[in-house]
């Protein structure tokens, strides 16, 4: 029998979203207070009708969402004075306990506002049909006060069922009848009518939880003669609860576990868990120190949710037995114990391998495998077991055995030693240096007596098998058209049906194409010039060959046709000293295309030296206007003149002397502002036809930008708006005949005095600072950097 807690204050669970109440059936599990949870269900009328005094006879059935009726009312045919049944199904409640339940109705129309609502619902006898005013049904208590709302009518209205409803269900009944009327002597009085809508019921009701079931310990199902191998269990059982909504957890449960000496069933410990939605699996860990060796032991469990428990569940019993068995002996007559060579066997060969534990009785089963004992096999009433274990490979072999008793405790696991005999046919290439695509004959030989077949695959190839001859060895031709490694593997197997283990023979084809150049030789040695063209021949790896792809350096691939014989010569000319890789595969007719060959050269520099001192490499000198020269200087014999660009003008030329020196001179035209005045100069040799990779030489230019100064605008202020002032702009550029400035956007020109300064007015329209920018030209056009003045403007208040 089911153990039913106290009930607690029922919960007005629906006053809120009364309009989805009253639209639409409900299911809903209520979880957010401990004290109410269960599943509320909102239930509407299996039947609805009403009765009229002035038509005694005569039922009146409506629809299950009609507006009905109550009290004294007229019509176009006179005056009537009804009441309303409402009839629901009880059957999903029965054994079940209400927690509460909310009668909710609604007023469609009201008589007069004025006077008190006097609305009474009753408990009926469920009639067997629509009831008429003459054959009502006996009428037994009333339900709650229907709440009142200040609205009129009142859309929304409810009332505490509890109580009445739980009784009925205490009662057995299946169907509750509820009437609807006008309270006593108002239900004459036409002005305390009105017309309802259906009434429905919040219900919300528990059921106990099922008993658990499903109990383990530590893992294992309860049987008889149970044990396991831990004081310290886990205690597992599966909880389920018969309040369920679908698509929704179920009822919030927790279970009491229980456990006690078989022998001492006064010792009872027990412990609730968390709790968790049902259905759910709970545990509960046995504490250090609870259980020993040897004990028997029981534990049974009771699932709770917040309003009722279960039964206890049936015992599940067992015994603790935390003493392993000893490591187990091992022993084969096909493959004996030892690395002794050459052994027994061979991969693929199954053995039989005898298990047993001498002076353990109860052992269930092993453990076994090559690299870890993860296979099982059960033991027999002796302890013992034999299984077919099937080496993978030859020589020497490990199996790893741990016997296991009853109670699942492991034994230290024996390494069991032995020698599998190497049985992989021999393979003999009758063709060890043969290209891509040329046949291979090989032989195969056997490793094992009585041989019949062979079956053999060359790469991923479908496996072929050619009959043995009578010596035992077959030969066989194979054509291997994949670049790089290949390989073929072989097995053998008697006539007996025993299988070899498998032989493989390796070889590597090298397909990409060798490059050779006189004037360059592949592999970094010392080559020709800069400039000189180079003869690169390329001879192929594969036979075929129709065509190559070569690049250099990064650079585009190109492509060239083979000659007869496969090879093919191409003309490269390196512009840089130093080394330079190389890229060449070939192809065939056929589009097979070889591996990518990639040799390197190194070209020799002969790039020549710079020198300036009116230009030093990487320092501000100099300027627009101002000449410079410039010395080039050979890297050996026979210069013979020089090209030369200074960045963002047009190559050069100049003849070397007889010791291959030359001398330039160069005036910048402008300051490269774009470049904050670093000017690039490149140079290269030149040797009749050839010309060396190029030597850089990086300078600075100087700006030369005109100065400005102004007593009556200095830096540190003065003047006003409106004030003019006198700026003084002196040359700092050789032969400079006239300034450029800009102030305030506008940009303009003032000539140059004979001792190379100007002078402006300029009348400042603000306070505060001010910018003045310059720059000065030469008669033939040259120009200088430009340059600012910063001055400031006082503020005349």
Known sequence: MRTVRQRRAPRRFLITGAAALLTAPIAVLVTSAPAVAGVTRFERPTSISYTDAEQPSVAFPVGTTDRVPVGTWTSDEGKHTSRAYFTFDLTRYQGKDVIGATGVIGESSVTDCAQPRKLEIWRTDTPSQPPTWQTAPEVHERGGDVFNSPACPASYLELDLTELLGQAIADGQDKLTLMARIAGPHEKNKHFSRWITPLGISIQANAAPDVPSALTVDGRACVDGRLIGTTTPVLRAEVTDPDKVDGMAGDSVTATFAWWPVDRPTERTEWTSYRDYAPTHLRYNVPEGGMVHGGTYAFSVRAADQHASSDWSPECRFTVDTVRP?????????????WNLPGHGGPGIPGTFHLSAPGADDIAGYYYGESSPISYVAADETGTATISHTPTHSHFN?????????????????????????????????????????????????AMEDVVEYTYRLNDGEPATVPA?????????????????????????????????????DFYLATE??????QYPIG??????????????????????????????????????????????????????????????????????SETAAPYFRATSWAPTIESADYPSYQESGGPGVTGAFTFRPARDGVTGYVYTFEGEQERTVTANADGVATINWTPQSYPADRSGWVRLTVRAKMGTMVSDETEHALVLSRLAPTVSSSDYPPTGGGGPNVPGQFTLTAQMPGTTEFVY????????????????ATITLTPQYDGSHYLYVS??????????????????????
């Open 398 to 446: 490990q199996l790893y055995v741990r016997a296991a008793d009853r109670a699942g405790n492991p034994s230290a696991h024996t390494t069991y030693k032995f020698t599998v005999r190497d049985t992989a046919p021999r393979i003999t290439d009758g063709n060890p240096g043969g290209a891509i695509g040329e046949p291979r004959e090989l032989t195969f030989t056997p």
């Open 742 to 757: 800009r102030y305030n956007g506008e940009e303009q020109t003032v000539a140059a005095g004979a001792d190379g300064t």
């Open 524 to 593: 970094g040695g010392a080559g020709a010039l800069v400039g000189t063209p180079g003869t690169f021949v390329f001879r192929p790896g594969m036979p075929g060959v129709t065509e190559y792809v070569w690049s250099v350096a990064g650079g585009p691939a190109r492509t060239v046709e083979a000659e007869a014989d496969g090879t093919a010569r191409v003309t490269f000319t390196p512009t840089s000293g130093g080394f330079h890789s190389m890229r060449v595969y070939s192809r065939t007719a056929d589009g097979t295309v």
């Open 513 to 518: 194409p060798t490059v050779s150049s006189e």
């Open 469 to 505: 001859g009578t010596d035992g060895t077959a030969t066989v031709t194979v054509t291997p058209r994949k670049s790089g490694f290949n390989g073929v593997t072989v097995t053998s197997r008697t006539s007996g049906g025993l299988p070899s283990g498998e032989g493989r023979l």
């Open 776 to 797: 000065s030209r030469t008669a033939s056009g040259i120009t200088s950097g430009e340059d600012y003045y910063y001055f400031y403007v006082h503020y005349q208040g």
């Open 326 to 338: 000893p490591a187990p002996t091992v022993t084969s007559t096909d493959y004996p114990a030892g």
